[in-house]
């Protein structure tokens, strides 16, 4: 059975505050790996894609441990436009299969 | 800008009609895919097409069929729905061989 399994949170952090989600997935042929933000009640979409060396976008870091089987994402410094749902995406060959995403509510 | 549009935000059918939702892209994109997505699920996948006429399963075809008889159409069909299909339905495609999905604005669909 395909699983890609994220920690459904929530996640209630203050504004300014560094904040880490993992996901696990269960193929070690996996190739490709993102994060999908998606808003409420809004479709998702590509935040940013993992790289095996690890890569970072402003206050958002991707890494990949594929001994492990994991992805992370952290955010550094959050906003309150933060709050979201945040996927976690692994291909599966012919397809990609979604994680059942992590919550995150930043507060004032 | 690319743009994936579903036929219905809402959409509300009976037990045992047949429903169509239609998903339309406009960037000439090769991949087309149908999910649903339900609360502590995520989405999971029902149906793709990665080109004209072609359609493979995905996860959760029971129910469902598609069609795709131009390239940027791509329509999921409950041949008679049931309660157990009421759920927020997310068309998206996207480039062969790329790996960013589109997805459209989904159709939150309740079978009563």
């Known amino acids: 059975r395909k699983e890609v399994e994220q920690d459904p949170g929530p996640f209630n952090v203050p504004e300014g505050a560094t904040v880490a989600f993992n996901c696990t997935y269960s193929?070690?042929?996996?190739?490709?790996f993102f994060w999908y933000r998606q808003d409420c009640r809004k479709e998702p979409k590509l935040l940013m894609s993992v790289y095996s060396s690890g890569n970072e976008d402003g206050r958002f870091t991707a890494q990949l441990n594929r001994a492990s089987q994991y992805i992370s994402l952290l955010i550094r410094d959050s906003k309150l436009s933060d709050s979201a749902t945040y996927l976690c995406?692994?291909?599966?060959?012919?397809?990609?299969?979604f994680g059942p995403g992590t919550r995150l509510s930043v507060l004032p | 800008d690319v743009k994936v549009t579903q036929s219905s935000r809402y959409l509300v059918k009976r037990t045992g009609e047949k429903v169509f939702l239609e998903c339309v892209q406009d960037m000439d994109h090769e991949n087309m895919f149908w999910y649903r997505q339900d609360p502590g699920l995520g989405l999971r996948l029902i149906y793709f097409?990665?080109?004209?006429?072609?359609?493979e399963k995905g996860d959760i075809p029971e129910g469902y069929s598609v069609s795709r008889e131009k390239k940027e159409r791509f329509s999921l069909i409950l041949e008679s729905a049931s309660t157990n299909q009421t759920s927020m339905y997310l068309c998206?495609?996207?480039?062969?061989?790329?790996?960013?999905?589109?997805f459209g604005p989904g159709t939150r669909l309740t079978v009563t």
């Open positions: 995406v692994v291909d599966y060959g012919q397809n990609f299969v």
């Open positions: 193929n070690s042929a996996s190739q490709s």
């Open positions: 097409s990665y080109d004209v006429k072609m359609k």
């Open positions: 998206a495609s996207s480039y062969q061989g790329a790996y960013e999905q589109y």
